[in-house]
């Protein structure tokens, strides 16, 4: 059975790391910080100026100006700082975020990500998406495997315009963690109740399954 968004974001939150800076992408990513797992201490950062972002409020805590790049209300953590988004994006493109969680219509065995226009659409702007995928120490996309007309989002070679060149790593979507290397996704683990061929059918880029594939655990 495919993951549910909040079970993608669940999945993504077990690979971060005890002290690590994470900046959250629009959409899936963004749900990942509710779900840091118990134990360790991860530092949130949004491109609007927090670091220290924590999970949505409730009804009670919510704050019209504690928002987040997506214009979501959220909270702060104790030792949270803000800052200006100018800052912000220093801290980004000096490479002190060690990771960073991304949404994408398309990536590709190169490692390539499409995420922020689809032509003939119109479209906000690139967001700090480009920088993050220049920046960060490492990225992790999220997305579905399939797009709403079954057509496969994980190809030879991205379609749409670019966000960044050689620069993704892993993969996790509704069905499937992926890694990219040696111009392949190499299958690691499986949603539960998925099968390896599902996934072999629903991806167009070259895939590789190197022994017998795990079921994801949460």
Not at 134 to 151: L, S
Request: charged fraction near 20%; glycine fraction near 10%.
């Amino acid at each position: 059975m495919a993951l549910s968004r909040e079970q993608i974001a669940m999945r993504v939150a077990q690979e971060f790391k005890d002290g690590s800076y994470v900046n959250l992408g629009i959409g899936i990513p963004t749900l990942a910080a509710s779900y840091v797992p118990k134990g360790i201490t991860v530092m949130l950062q949004s491109e609007n100026g927090l670091l220290g972002m924590g999970p949505y409020p409730t009804d009670e805590q919510v704050d019209a100006d504690m928002i987040n790049a997506g214009k979501e209300t959220v909270t702060a953590i104790s030792g949270a700082s803000i800052f200006s988004s100018a800052e912000s994006f220093a801290m980004i493109r000096g490479g002190h975020v060690d990771f960073t969680v991304l949404g994408a219509f398309e990536v590709d065995v190169h490692g390539n990500i499409a995420s922020w226009m689809i032509p003939g659409k119109l479209v906000k702007g690139m967001g700090g998406a480009m920088d993050l995928v220049a920046g960060a120490k490492n990225i992790i996309v999220t997305m579905t495997h399939a797009d709403k007309y079954g057509n496969s989002k994980l190809l030879d070679k991205c379609t749409l315009p670019l966000t960044g060149v050689n620069c993704i790593t892993h993969i996790i979507t509704d069905l499937a963690l992926l890694e990219i290397k040696d111009g392949a996704f190499h299958l690691l683990e499986r949603a539960p109740g998925v099968s390896v061929e599902e996934i072999q059918a629903k991806t167009a880029g070259k895939l590789i399954v190197d022994a017998d594939v795990p079921e994801m655990q949460f």
